[in-house]
């Protein structure tokens, strides 16, 4: 069984920085692209940022120059950094891997709060 935590979020002012982690755990053979995702409320799920194996990276255009993703493949754990944080960056952000165990299938976090407020 495969478990992907995601941490790092919290309350901020606007302008200010997060980083935000996802962590993968069990029976992992190897994890190809890992993205995080975010959902404000009364809105859909929406891509931010994604990364494949090798490092190549796509942005949503709200994001981009603010948002960096990143991943370490030996401790199997992806990160994103927020920096010039807006009120409408606030939302609960979720992590998604796909992830071989017996066959290669997808992998949800359980999100974690990401508010910006002054």
């Known amino acids: 069984q495969v478990q992907l935590v995601e941490s790092g979020g919290g309350l901020v002012q606007p302008g200010g920085s997060l980083r935000l982690s996802c962590a993968a755990s069990?029976?992992?053979?190897?994890?190809?692209?890992m993205y995080w995702y975010r959902q404000a409320p009364g809105k859909q799920r929406e891509l931010v940022a994604g990364i494949t194996r090798s490092g190549t990276t796509n942005y949503a255009d709200s994001v981009k120059g603010r948002f960096t993703i990143s991943r370490d493949n030996a401790k199997n754990t992806g990160y994103l950094q927020t920096n010039s944080l807006k009120p409408e960056d606030t939302a609960i952000y979720y992590c998604k891997a796909q992830v071989l165990t017996k066959a290669w299938g997808d992998c949800w976090g359980q999100g974690t709060q990401v508010t910006v407020s002054s």
């Open positions: 069990g029976s992992i053979f190897s994890i190809n692209a």
